[in-house]
């Protein structure tokens, strides 16, 4: 199987992503995506845990600033507004069942869990229940693989591109 490009965690990575979270990481296989000023983002989460537990949130949003910009989203009804723009727009649905695919083939790359055969995260493939998870899908993979993921960035009042970490949040950045 092949592991999606994304950068082995550090012991400050693994450090900072536990401060972010209020308790300890677990399962960080990788760090997906970071912050400008270089601190993680959204880490990628083993399949399986080390308990033995399926985890089907491959990519998380750990960014305290991007995890509050995401729940007032949700708060505002954005997720409302997106379910039915799935349900207007049949190219939308196509390429949202396209990042639903994506996504398998990612975290299958890593580990294919049984338990977890056809789950991926944010409501993906018919739904959108999640903007958190789709925004950290759409932050590792890129932009054009997400069209929610994308579309809740875009929304969202927090940018990757303008760090707002608070100095215990940012991995060993310089």
Same mark, same amino acid.
């Given at each position: 199987?092949? $592991?999606?490009?994304?950068?082995?965690?550090?012991?400050?990575?693994?450090?900072?992503? =536990?401060?972010? +979270?209020?308790?300890?990481? $677990?399962?960080?296989?990788?760090?997906?995506?970071?912050? /400008?000023?270089?601190?993680?983002?959204?880490?990628?989460?083993?399949?399986?845990?080390?308990? &033995?537990?399926?985890?089907?949130?491959?990519?998380?949003?750990?960014?305290?600033?991007?995890?509050?910009?995401? !729940?007032?989203?949700?708060?505002?009804?954005?997720?409302?507004?997106?379910?039915?723009?799935?349900?207007?727009?049949?190219?939308?649905?196509?390429?949202?069942?396209? /990042?639903?695919? !994506?996504?398998? !083939?990612?975290?299958?790359?890593?580990?294919?869990?049984?338990?977890?055969? &056809?789950? !991926?995260?944010?409501?993906?493939?018919?739904?959108?229940?999640?903007?958190?998870? +789709?925004?950290?899908? /759409?932050?590792?993979?890129?932009? &054009?693989?997400?069209?929610?993921?994308?579309?809740? +960035?875009? $929304?969202? =009042?927090?940018?990757?591109?303008?760090?707002?970490?608070?100095?215990?949040?940012?991995?060993?950045?310089?």
């Amino acid at each position: 199987m092949t $592991r999606p490009p994304f950068a082995p965690p550090t012991a400050e990575d693994i450090r900072a992503v =536990s401060h972010q +979270l209020g308790r300890p990481a $677990r399962g960080v296989i990788g760090i997906a995506a970071r912050c /400008a000023c270089g601190a993680p983002t959204v880490v990628a989460t083993a399949p399986r845990l080390d308990d &033995g537990t399926p985890f089907p949130t491959l990519y998380y949003l750990s960014h305290p600033a991007a995890t509050a910009a995401m !729940s007032t989203l949700e708060a505002t009804g954005v997720m409302a507004e997106f379910a039915e723009l799935l349900t207007a727009d049949p190219g939308l649905g196509g390429d949202y069942r396209r /990042a639903h695919e !994506s996504y398998l !083939s990612d975290r299958d790359g890593i580990d294919a869990v049984p338990e977890l055969e &056809g789950i !991926s995260a944010g409501g993906m493939p018919d739904r959108v229940k999640c903007l958190h998870a +789709l925004a950290a899908h /759409a932050l590792a993979a890129g932009p &054009g693989v997400n069209p929610i993921g994308d579309l809740t +960035l875009a $929304r969202a =009042s927090w940018s990757p591109t303008v760090c707002e970490c608070v100095p215990d949040d940012r991995a060993d950045a310089g």
